[in-house]
């Protein structure tokens, strides 16, 4: 069963404009949140997270966001820039972040020029 | 710092036969973490450790997988024999701690392809 569950395998946005990126998860344990950035042949890379006593956390460009009663983040990445072309994983934990990770599937991101 | 070393990048082999990935934390990461990445999934937890004990290996298929951190630092990760649907990336991770304060660190991985 997919815990986490990201439904767009693929988003497009122009330079400049918001990106947003969706995920949606079944557990109501999870209370901490991460988004994690992959280019290909490198390993995930952190990016930014969020814990269920918050609805919102911004570094820079990034932002996500929490709807606790939905079971839905969010994160956007505005303005786009080129270099934000990744696969962007959405990663779940409970306990705080104490337990395991469990991964959705990834969201390809592709920023034109 | 330097990152999580992994060897070796890419690897192939007949199924049945065995293979083992190498992994070197970033110095002073107490947790280490295996994952494995099937293409067009997300990765999934095969095991980790805290310092060489296992916290948790509930999703190591322990009939052909075993792992160990010696001395707390390097781990290897080995399959013993390998199926097609082993084929996958292999992640190795480190943090300096277990929870949410400690985001994982990740290796490039190893790309194993059994044929």
């Known amino acids: 069963d997919q815990q986490v569950k990201q439904n767009s395998p693929s988003l497009s946005v122009q330079e400049g404009r918001i990106s947003i990126l969706n995920c949606d998860y079944t557990?109501?344990?999870?209370?901490?949140f991460l988004w994690y950035k992959k280019y290909p042949a490198e390993g995930p890379t952190f990016l930014i997270s969020?814990?269920?006593?918050?609805d919102k956390n911004e570094d820079g460009r990034f932002t996500v966001f929490l709807n606790k009663s939905a079971k839905h983040l969010s994160l956007h990445i505005v303005p786009s820039q080129p270099g934000d072309s990744a696969v962007y994983f959405c990663?779940?934990?409970?306990?705080?972040?104490?337990?395991?990770?469990?991964f959705g599937t990834g969201t390809r991101l592709t920023i034109i020029p | 710092e330097a990152g999580v070393a992994q060897s070796p990048r890419y690897k192939i082999i007949e199924k049945r036969q065995s293979v083992a990935f190498w992994c070197n934390p970033i110095?002073?990461?107490?947790?280490l973490y295996w994952y494995q990445q099937i293409l067009g999934q997300g990765p999934k937890l095969l095991i980790q450790?805290?310092?060489?004990?296992?916290?948790?290996d509930s999703q190591l298929p322990k009939d052909r997988f075993s792992a160990e951190r010696l001395k707390g630092v390097d781990s290897t990760l080995k399959i013993q024999p390998a199926k097609l649907e082993d084929s996958a990336v292999y992640l190795c991770?480190?943090?300096?701690?277990?929870?949410?304060?400690?985001?994982?660190?990740f290796g490039n991985g190893t790309r194993l392809t059994v044929t």
């Open positions: 991770a480190s943090s300096l701690n277990q929870g949410s304060g400690s985001p994982l660190h």
């Open positions: 557990n109501s344990m999870f209370d901490y």
């Open positions: 969020i814990s269920s006593i918050k």
């Open positions: 990663a779940a934990s409970g306990n705080f972040g104490n337990e395991k990770l469990t």
């Open positions: 110095s002073g990461h107490a947790t």
């Open positions: 450790f805290q310092n060489n004990g296992v916290v948790d």
